[in-house]
């Protein structure tokens, strides 16, 4: 028990003197008050880390925290994929348009297929 007390008190007072240090290196008086807002909540959860522990809700807390985080980066993850499979669709009709629109003739009307390889055409007369 002392050593779990001892523990939480060292806790707090490295993050005070981090809280310090890092309003003292800001520059400026507007960005300050939204620090020490955050710092301060971050500071309200050391100290009720304990009673939170004891009270069972940090795995709750936690297990929230992950769903939460999960989520977002399953959305992400379905937006950058949609994202991917439309510019992949829109190369594709790019391409497609270069290889009929820049003058190279139908495969069915021309002389050479798009690939190189030439159209052959067989007439067969019957003569009666």
């Known amino acids: 028990m002392k050593a ?23 520059p400026e008086e507007s960005q ?8 301060g909540i971050v500071l309200m959860l050391v100290v009720l880390s304990p009673l939170l522990s004891a009270a069972g809700l940090s795995d709750t807390l936690d297990g929230i925290y992950a769903e939460q985080t999960c989520d977002a ?22 391409r497609e348009q270069e290889l009929t629109g820049d003058g190279m003739e139908n495969p069915a009307d021309g002389e050479e297929e798009p690939d190189g390889i030439p159209d052959i055409k067989v007439e067969i007369g019957l003569d009666e």
């Open 4 to 26: 779990f007390l001892y523990g939480w008190i060292r806790d707090i007072a490295f993050y005070t003197i981090l809280m310090t240090v890092v309003l003292h290196l800001l």
């Open 32 to 39: 300050k008050k939204y620090v020490r807002f955050f710092m």
């Open 73 to 94: 980066e399953l959305q992400d993850f379905v937006r950058r994929q949609e994202e991917l499979e439309q510019a992949y669709e829109r190369e594709i009709e790019q």
